[in-house]
């Protein structure tokens, strides 16, 4: 298994570039699994911020570069988030 974590997510082209070697094959043959759950901690972040980084205006960041497969991860059930 390679991890590549990246807060920001792939936001320039050197992330990417980074990315695309630590795969060792274009994305478009690569699965992915996100787990956003680290967003809830952040100040700045939450429940907004992890649907905007799935579905949202800066999906791009992730989700949508074009991956084989991709799988969503979320573990909203902890019992440290608020309602």
């Not at 478009?28 to 100040?43: M, V």
Request: glycine residues 10%; proline residues 7%; aromatic residues 6%.
């Amino acid at each position: 298994m390679k991890l590549l974590l990246a807060s920001a997510g792939i936001s320039n082209l050197s992330i990417r570039n980074a990315l695309v070697d630590l795969l060792g094959k274009p994305i478009a043959e690569a699965s992915a699994l996100f787990i956003p759950t680290a967003a809830y901690g952040h100040p700045y972040a939450g429940p907004k911020a992890v649907w905007n980084s799935i579905a949202g205006p800066h999906s791009g960041l992730q989700c949508d570069l074009g991956w084989k497969s991709l799988g969503v991860l979320e573990l909203t059930a902890l019992p440290s988030i608020d309602r």
